[in-house]
């Protein structure tokens, strides 16, 4: 199970209500529950085959922000036509509502619009490359 997605279901739980996720994947497996005393999460893995290759985990590459995850499985583009300019770049302030990119499903462009406003801190996904539901796509500070 990839780190990132972890983190997300830190986030997630944190901003929830609830007190616990569990999440399986084949035979991995990820539990994380709120402390009651001091709403931080604690994570306690069960993965019996979990590697990481090819990924710095020291903290240097880590960009802290609001993540915006796809909604969808499909194909992600950064502009709204190949001779077209990119929706953002990182630097670029975004506004709530602001299209960010297109994920194509099923010969749909589906175009993905901001939650937060801030800068944009990272893109996680190459232009043209394929995207999973809930891949962390656009880092926003």
């Given at each position: 199970m990839?780190?990132?997605k972890?983190?997300?279901?830190?986030?997630?739980?944190?901003?929830?209500?609830l007190?616990e996720?569990?999440?399986?994947?084949?035979?991995?497996?990820?539990r994380i529950?709120k402390?009651k005393?001091n709403?931080?999460s604690?994570?306690?893995?069960?993965?019996?085959?979990?590697s990481?290759?090819?990924e710095?985990l020291?903290?240097?590459?880590i960009?802290e922000?609001?993540i915006?995850t796809?909604?969808?499985?499909?194909t992600?583009y950064?502009?709204p036509a190949?001779?077209?300019?990119?929706?953002?770049?990182?630097?670029d302030?975004?506004?709530k509502?602001?299209?960010l990119?297109?994920?194509?499903a099923?010969k749909?462009m589906?175009?993905i619009k901001?939650?937060?406003a801030?800068?944009i801190a990272?893109?996680?996904?190459?232009?043209?490359q394929p995207v999973?539901?809930g891949?962390?796509?656009?880092?926003i500070?």
């Amino acid at each position: 199970m990839d780190i990132r997605k972890i983190k997300t279901l830190i986030e997630m739980l944190e901003e929830s209500n609830l007190n616990e996720i569990e999440v399986t994947q084949g035979e991995e497996s990820v539990r994380i529950t709120k402390d009651k005393n001091n709403d931080e999460s604690i994570v306690k893995n069960n993965l019996t085959n979990l590697s990481v290759e090819n990924e710095d985990l020291s903290g240097s590459d880590i960009v802290e922000g609001n993540i915006m995850t796809s909604p969808i499985v499909g194909t992600f583009y950064r502009k709204p036509a190949p001779d077209k300019e990119p929706f953002v770049k990182v630097g670029d302030v975004v506004n709530k509502g602001d299209v960010l990119c297109i994920i194509e499903a099923m010969k749909m462009m589906n175009e993905i619009k901001s939650e937060h406003a801030g800068k944009i801190a990272s893109i996680e996904i190459e232009d043209g490359q394929p995207v999973e539901f809930g891949q962390t796509i656009v880092v926003i500070q």
